[in-house]
């Protein structure tokens, strides 16, 4: 399976700790972020993003894709992106 890789993106994960970042530099890492550390209740931003990161894994997208949609997940969860 192909794990997508693309130019890394910085978030703040979202915990009781502030100023736990996160390197994501590929769909697959990014993917697993968002089944299992993203906020309850995010929105259809992070639907896109997780069916994005499977179209790359599977071939079926260019990686900056999941990327770009990833960066939208984030910032319609409000997490902190630096790009």
Not at 15 to 39: F, K, M, T
Not at 44 to 60: I, N, P, S, T, Y
Request: net charge neutral.
């Amino acid at each position: 399976m192909n794990r997508g890789h693309f130019k890394p993106v910085t978030i703040e994960l979202p915990s009781d700790r502030i100023g736990l970042y996160r390197n994501v530099s590929s769909a697959d890492e990014a993917a697993r972020l968002l089944v299992e550390h993203w906020p309850a209740g995010a929105g259809d931003k992070r639907l896109a993003a997780m069916q994005a990161c499977l179209d790359v894994m599977e071939g079926r997208a260019d990686a900056g894709i999941a990327r770009a949609a990833f960066i939208a997940a984030a910032h319609e969860a409000k997490i902190y992106v630096k790009d």
